[in-house]
């Protein structure tokens, strides 16, 4: 009966609910609790929302303390002490060492607020219409953003046609076609057919996808294409941002500067809705208010952001997810891929995928999941038919808690295949 | 300096901060406070978020408490204890009440993001492309809610020109003409041009138009057109919902009920960001995860809007609302009017618009924002040209508070005109 | 099993020979003969497309000579004799007695070609997407055109959502509503939701919408509308102009001068493919080539058309129109009205509507045409719902046939509605 | 002073009178001559609409034939004699040998009317609303046909995003790219972003694009990649069609069979303008009525038309078009190829490029063009950038006049190399 409530009053809409079937009350780190008390393992992450982990002591307690002197919490766009500490602390600890010259914008607080109002100013400061988006690629749901989503069941979900975009094969999907020289005939050719975009929006780590990591070499020729031809790179870090990769922008390892890069997930810390939209000064063409919502204020988020990215260099957080993804690369290559030939890893930093798109029928990694969840973890899907499993635990996560999740996926991927051959 | 890092490195579409220059730290109901320790009083309400007042101990006490205590606080569409405290509530105190049998469905945590949702759901269930939205009309500035709103420069920084919505004249602009007869041959006539809707979408007190009151009649009749040509009507309650005109949901007042209901900004209580959808059971076809967001699951906010809807009914907060009203309406129809026999005055309970449009040249009402904001008092224009200055309390504030606002209003108007007319 | 060959072969979009279920053979003046041997009168005139009658042989005359002499048939837009000859007559005496300083566009040879390039330069002159098209009016079937055509049959075939065109009410539709203030209103308030269009596109006598003409004064009122706030008029005068009205252009009445007109079906004189675009020449900045087609060189419609201006001339065949409305209109008025109160007449010069929409059920239009062709007859129903018989003559049809014509149409009018009385 | 009247009243939009700077009069067969009497060799065609020769005195005589005795013109869609002749003709001896079953529709006269049809129904059939085009292609030049069309200068014309589209690369622009296989990954993979399309529309020798000839093997992937998946294969026959590759259909060679087909150019024989819409009976779904025109049914074409088949097959003409194709391509290949290492020769049948684009700067093709318009000859240019010279002769041409011509071609081409290199 713990269910009926949603069951009976919640839209048919919601979805993880209904692989992770509990009632979950509290959690800590990369721990959850349900309401019978059983305890489970997060290499789920809120979709990637959760980096520095379930309720953090240290933004916490910031949290707390601003919530008890009455800080501000509603604050539209007015100036306020929490933001003014949020930017100051953001382009001097984030931005200038990288020597990143990004203006902020405070968007609508969710990640596809954020691509809505990439999508804006750079059809504004363009004047063209069209938009480059990646076959693959996920970037949100309301209609700007959909229309660069790639995925069927989303984009049916439009109800009407979507336009304004060009998909571009992303570089995996056909290793024979140099994908850079694509796009430059597209738009050199006279006759292609499709008009030269406003902007290029791109994941560098296809998350939804399917995990795809794009090459530090394409990203450059990428970035040297879309600066050639006057197109804005924009560069999507919503959940593969905020160190995720093992920097905190991931496109820091090719060494590119985009010219907007949208963040959201994890940038509010304790996974509080906020979204901001990184861009070039020379790009700040908006009229005041032309872009607008009501909780792009959203002041707690703002304490909890600054305390995060304090967390995280107290912490040297960013620097030991590599090491992490090391641990996971190793596990993965060493104990996981063995245990089927067409299994496929992929992924870097805290962000993975295994593929089991070849290995079974379609469903397969759906029960590799289900087997997980009964081994009281959660874990989610990606990428083509769902059938890429997609380890993302917390950037926070101790070392004997990522191995034992580690091996709750051999364990259960183990269950699966002997199934499967079983059934053969 | 105090605004330096905000100009320095803050997008230039931030709006309000260049009508309030100031640093504001603190809020507490409906007083705010700049880091110069100068108060303010609140007449613009986070633009409808704020209708508990600013940082509510009740709702306060709630959250700090859940914090403490590590209750989830991201929790994506997942079940958890917090959600279901809300929809429990909600169903049993809020929607039976009321006769309502709506199922709920939480989108991305702005208002924007529910009036898409309704959106794609309408078009989902009647295969109709085309909306009907009223001129005059806000609904949000993704690309799919942009599409309905109508003032010229938002639609401006869609970049794209803007589809499948057919405004209607809103019946306070051609008073001769009966607009719902108006609609019935949009969609009758086989030569009008004009594709039968999906949907009406409507704000029954329109908002950011000017503060226009629909008319009970009028909304009644529009119910029952919709209702015979089988057109979902949906509510936009999300500025002038949650009790804001006298009852919770603002159509009330006509006895109607809408198909879908969109809320946010004060639903979430104290300020935080939440947004929701309603609809009848029976239009409930989504598949699951068909609109999702990484939001949508904000306990905190489920926290705090279970709190409010607690509060709201210990201190039977929606009917005193009407009493507010009636303070406001005097005030206004007594002391501020007769200062020029142009001035229009309109609204209903604690929402009203003070209409210079025909008072002075445009610009009129914002000089009278600045010599209130001089005054101590944030407040807010709408409408058509910026011409309608927008009183818009708490629900809560004291009726001290509020006659001292009123006065601020009335002192600054006076002040304004006399200017006006020494020009003249 | 006259028709095998059509039933069988020919696509199920054939629709006129629906109505005229004979094989027609030859044709003369207002008459023609089917390979039976039988003659019908003809108060069809292909659409308005025989406005000098079916195989009029002072233009006969000129065709066979042209082919004899092996003149150019095809001549894409290459410069011609018969294109100068064409060009320099129109110019003389056509445009010049009435102080029109246009510009010629030979655009495809069909009306809804016309439109397009119309649409094309008007959006690109004035840099606007948007088009204002009245409720009722019909302008092409190809997807730009048909964006304007509001009958919904024709806009179903689209099979995608028609785009950036706003209807406008036509003044019948809603008498009590000042049209062109409507449209002032939409462009100058900020708040309409409306964009400002390039351009407003008008027949000045609804055909198809059902045979409205548009007041004089009104017709001055949008001229002047249209010059004030920098958007192009368009007068479709495709099926109307070519002396249907009584005069030249259907706009002369007005004593207006727009800024686009589009000419097609009669132009070409003899039934021949022929369209052309007249614009201000400020307006003129095409780019070669920018709109083209195959067919914009159709030579022998060019001597067609020159022919038959001349013979328009010599016979003063567009002032006898006026006459011939007078005749019809008294006969309408005089011996059908009075048949059924509920019957309305409306027309002018040979284009005449007789509306049974209040008369009988749908359908019963239909059988008064069955009726006119049992009795040799052929004619055109329009309007909402095909309810209106639509009598257009040729401008030639001497005037005991068409009073022969009208008692057709008199005579199964009375048994028509004998019949529907009979089954009350 | 002869061209004054065009460059003072027609519209700055004609092009080809630009490259073809005199005023014609009289044609016959592949001849024309000016009013000067100067005598041209027409290598140009009236861009593939006179595949017959101008003037065919076979046509000519029926054609004046038809005019003397009073044939009916003018037939909107009625049934007439001309037609019928028209319709058993096309199917016994153009259908039936070939066994295709088609239906025919009569579509508005040109060939961008025919496309429009053609989406209109492929959209109606699937209830898709996307559609697969290739780059290089040019399907017209009216709304719905130019979102399909590839080059630059046309869609700019268009003033409003062109949508519902997707291009697909043509084979030859990136060679290592199986396209076919490219297709299948779009519509296989649930992340594509790209919608499965109701159609996909291409030519079999992109003409405009610049000549490019697709593959036997190439066109019977496609076939049978439409077939798989449902999605209709619609050959733009328009150009390339009615013998100009040397069989009547250019679809023949490849021994497949599309669900549609669009004529028109030399369809209708005598240069009148003429379309038509081929398509399998079980896709005739179309309402009466639900796409018009007032030119559908030219009559003059039917006559021409029937003619223009007879005396094709009474000269066994379209075979012949290979012989001439074989003497085309020899001189070609060994008289003009090795005049510059970098020319390319591509082509078939009597439709042929000479493609510059690797030999100098941009323009020199046009040089090329001018210099044999010096010598007396029109010709036209296509593809990328207007790089290619295309000899398209009439299918007619005697042997000794097509010799004639190239050899204009050769001794032009090697005129402007000479001045190119005495250039550098």
Not at 413 to 420: D, F, N
């Amino acid at each position: 009966m713990a269910f009926e409530v949603f069951e009976t009053y919640e839209s048919e809409v919601r979805s993880y609910c209904r692989k992770f079937t509990s009632v979950f009350q509290t959690a800590k780190g990369s721990k959850l609790w349900d309401e019978e008390g059983r305890e489970y393992i997060d290499f789920f992450n809120g979709a990637g929302a959760l980096s520095y982990g379930h309720n953090n002591d240290y933004i916490k307690e910031r949290l707390i303390d601003y919530l008890q002197k009455d800080g501000i919490i509603h604050g539209m766009d007015m100036y306020t002490g929490a933001k003014r500490d949020f930017i100051e602390y953001f382009q001097e600890s984030m931005l200038k060492p990288r020597d990143l010259n990004y203006k902020i914008m405070f968007t609508g607080p969710t990640g596809t607020n954020a691509i809505e109002s990439a999508l804006k100013l750079a059809r504004k400061v363009t004047g063209r219409t069209n938009i480059f988006a990646m076959m693959g690629a996920f970037h949100g749901m309301t209609m700007g953003a959909l229309a660069l989503t790639t995925d069927m069941s989303s984009r049916k979900g439009a109800g009407v046609p979507l336009h304004d975009v060009t998909h571009i094969p992303a570089p995996y999907m056909f290793p024979e076609l140099d994908t850079v020289a694509y796009m430059e005939r597209l738009i050199t050719d006279d006759h292609s057919g499709v008009e030269k975009p406003a902007a290029l929006v791109l994941e560098t780590v296809q998350a939804e996808g399917g995990i795809y990591v794009f090459d530090i070499e394409w990203l450059q020729r990428v970035a040297a294409f879309c600066k050639k031809y006057e197109i804005l790179l924009i560069v999507d870090d919503i959940q593969v941002g905020c160190g995720r990769t093992g920097t905190f922008f991931s496109f820091e390892r090719a060494g590119i500067k985009p010219d907007m890069v949208a963040l959201s997930k994890s940038i509010g810390g304790y996974g509080l809705p906020m979204a901001i939209l990184l861009f070039s000064p020379e790009l700040d063409i908006w009229k005041p208010g032309e872009h607008n919502g009501t909780f792009r204020g959203n002041q707690l988020a703002f304490v909890a952001a600054k305390a995060a990215l304090e967390f995280a260099k107290e912490t040297n957080l960013y620097d030991n997810v590599k090491k992490k993804g090391e641990i996971i690369k190793n596990f993965l290559e060493n104990e996981v891929k063995p245990l089927d030939e067409n299994i496929e890893i992929r992924g870097m930093g805290c962000i993975w995928g295994i593929d089991f798109g070849k290995v079974g029928p379609v469903g397969t990694s759906r029960k590799v999941l289900d087997e997980c969840f009964k081994n009281n973890m959660l874990i989610e899907l990606a990428g083509r038919d769902d059938c890429v499993l997609k380890p993302m635990p917390a950037l926070t996560i101790p070392e004997d808690e990522l191995l034992k999740g580690l091996e709750i996926i051999k364990k259960s991927t183990q269950k699966v295949l002997a199934q499967l051959h079983g059934q053969e």
